[in-house]
């Protein structure tokens, strides 16, 4: 049976630059079954889904419904429900746990503070306290979104929580059906496609030590798409797999061409042109798609590390000066380019 993600696999399409976007994650248990809008098609009060959504708009936080893994008939909710608030940009990273009574408290959460990484009103008003588990791994398993998420996503996650992996979640959605089964892992944010329960095992275990596995891996959600895919270049190139040693600090131009300033925590810094391509030959993008498309897909086209050299005037007499004014240094950027 042909379907998106086969078709996407055999043509071997890349999944760098993949990634759903936000820099903060606002994760809410709703056990049973999940409609393809799951915030207003779910046993989720539909009122409640509208609401959350136009609270979280424009934020940077993206809500999303989870699951322990198993059947989802028709239930009886649990008297708490599990919630989770992570902020997945480096520097600032943090995954926070609490319980609710009520769904609808989620709205007393101020929005843009977690968007931008404030968590006090996630404490304030729900308890929330630094989770102290195991990273979470959050497979996509809505099949009514895409059959691929059902079809493929489900059994991994059955497969990992019957294996004793701990922090397993279904999730309702995190884009790009064609790269099933998709992973988010945090709190670092780095979402997985195409992935199997041995290589995922490894993911988590690099996430517990704060590394990261940069095969397999779609991009940070910290990051807009170009910025995902010239740091997965960067970590490759370079050969850094600490999670929260790099950070993209500009991104510049428009599609189909940016240049993205890369940053390592030491003070290095690379700039990586990045080039929107399309995915060829035509292929679904969905598995409930009615057209055939040709994907945006992210091409590194070369990445150049950027290096400082400082120059000291002299003084008159030709002597390196022993005090010189700030005003008067000249700071010269030498790009050494390395093509891809």
Same mark, same amino acid.
């Not at 040709?294 to 390196?320: F, I, L, N």
């Given at each position: /049976?042909?379907?998106?993600?086969?078709?996407?696999? &055999?043509?071997?399409?890349?999944?760098?630059?993949?990634?759903?976007?936000?820099?903060?994650?606002?994760?809410?248990?709703?056990?049973?079954?999940?409609?393809? $809008?799951?915030?207003?098609?779910?046993?989720? &009060?539909?009122?409640?889904?509208?609401?959350?959504?136009?609270?979280?708009?424009?934020?940077?936080?993206?809500?999303? %419904?989870?699951?322990?893994?198993?059947?989802? !008939? &028709?239930?009886? /909710?649990?008297?708490?429900?599990?919630?989770?608030?992570?902020?997945?940009?480096?520097?600032?990273?943090?995954?926070?746990?609490?319980?609710?009574?009520?769904?609808?408290?989620? %709205?007393?959460?101020?929005?843009?503070?977690?968007?931008?990484?404030?968590?006090?009103?996630?404490?304030?008003?729900?308890?929330?306290?630094?989770?102290?588990?195991?990273? %979470?791994?959050?497979?996509?398993?809505?099949? $009514?979104?895409?059959?691929?998420?059902?079809?493929?996503?489900?059994?991994?996650?059955?497969?990992?929580?019957?294996?004793?992996?701990?922090?397993?979640?279904?999730?309702?959605?995190?884009?790009?059906?064609?790269?099933?089964?998709?992973?988010?892992?945090?709190?670092?944010?780095?979402?997985?496609?195409? !992935?199997?329960?041995?290589?995922? $095992?490894?993911?988590?275990?690099?996430?517990?030590?704060?590394?990261?596995?940069?095969?397999?891996?779609?991009?940070?959600?910290?990051?807009?798409?170009?910025?995902?895919?010239?740091?997965?270049?960067?970590?490759?190139?370079?050969?850094?797999?600490?999670?929260? !040693?790099?950070?993209?600090?500009?991104?510049?131009?428009?599609?189909?061409?940016?240049?993205?300033?890369?940053?390592?925590?030491?003070?290095?810094?690379?700039?990586?042109?990045?080039?929107?391509?399309?995915?060829?030959?035509?292929?679904?993008?969905?598995?409930?798609?009615?057209?055939?498309?040709?994907?945006?897909? /992210?091409?590194?086209?070369?990445?150049?590390?950027?290096? /400082?050299?400082?120059?000291?005037?002299?003084?008159?007499?030709?002597?390196?000066?022993?005090?010189?004014?700030?005003?008067?240094?000249?700071? &010269?950027?030498?790009?050494?380019?390395?093509?891809?």
């Amino acid at each position: /049976m042909s379907t998106c993600s086969s078709v996407s696999r &055999d043509f071997a399409e890349p999944v760098s630059g993949t990634a759903a976007t936000a820099r903060t994650w606002l994760l809410l248990e709703q056990p049973g079954p999940w409609g393809a $809008k799951a915030l207003t098609s779910s046993h989720l &009060d539909p009122a409640l889904g509208r609401a959350l959504e136009a609270a979280a708009k424009d934020t940077g936080v993206r809500i999303a %419904l989870i699951r322990r893994p198993g059947r989802h !008939a &028709d239930r009886r /909710m649990p008297a708490a429900r599990r919630v989770y608030a992570a902020h997945v940009v480096p520097g600032n990273v943090w995954l926070h746990s609490a319980s609710t009574p009520d769904p609808g408290e989620l %709205l007393g959460l101020d929005f843009a503070a977690l968007g931008r990484g404030d968590h006090r009103s996630f404490g304030a008003l729900l308890g929330g306290r630094p989770h102290n588990g195991d990273p %979470l791994a959050l497979v996509c398993t809505n099949g $009514k979104r895409d059959r691929c998420c059902a079809l493929l996503g489900r059994p991994l996650a059955a497969e990992l929580a019957t294996s004793g992996v701990e922090g397993v979640w279904e999730v309702t959605h995190l884009g790009g059906h064609r790269f099933s089964p998709t992973v988010l892992v945090l709190p670092y944010g780095y979402a997985y496609g195409r !992935a199997e329960a041995h290589s995922l $095992k490894e993911v988590l275990h690099g996430a517990r030590e704060g590394r990261i596995v940069v095969e397999g891996c779609r991009g940070s959600s910290a990051w807009d798409r170009p910025g995902q895919a010239a740091e997965l270049a960067v970590r490759a190139r370079a050969g850094e797999y600490g999670a929260q !040693a790099l950070s993209v600090i500009r991104t510049s131009g428009a599609a189909p061409r940016w240049e993205v300033t890369v940053a390592h925590a030491d003070g290095r810094r690379w700039q990586v042109d990045v080039a929107q391509g399309a995915a060829l030959p035509p292929r679904p993008e969905s598995c409930g798609a009615s057209v055939l498309g040709t994907p945006a897909r /992210m091409d590194v086209v070369s990445v150049h590390e950027v290096r /400082m050299t400082t120059h000291w005037p002299a003084d008159p007499s030709g002597s390196p000066r022993a005090h010189v004014d700030a005003a008067s240094v000249h700071i &010269d950027l030498e790009i050494h380019a390395t093509p891809v």
